[in-house]
């Protein structure tokens, strides 16, 4: 059964987004809250960085995540047996 897409409405340091996607509600309620964290930390650190080079301080961690993540996982693969 294929999922279906859904519309969210998020607001991020006070802009509004649509976001498109197939997850939950509580699945983008807490991406919304980490990316709002992340920002509030970046701000916190460096109160004089653009709302542009905030995000992309956000999206190099989130793909630098995600490849250490696909590593481990590989990893892992790796050790079952074929």
Known sequence: MSEQVRR????IDGQTY???GKHSPEH????VDTVEE????IKEMMP??????A???????AVSDQLE????LNQLN?????
Request: aromatic fraction near 2%; proline fraction near 3%.
């Open 8 to 11: 969210f409405k998020v607001e």
């Open 18 to 20: 649509t976001v498109i």
């Open 28 to 31: 983008m309620k807490a991406v």
């Open 38 to 41: 992340q920002l509030n930390q």
């Open 48 to 53: 004089s960085l653009s709302r542009e080079k």
């Open 55 to 61: 995000a992309i301080l956000i999206a190099l961690n």
């Open 69 to 72: 993540k696909q590593a481990q």
């Open 78 to 82: 790796d050790k079952l047996p074929k």
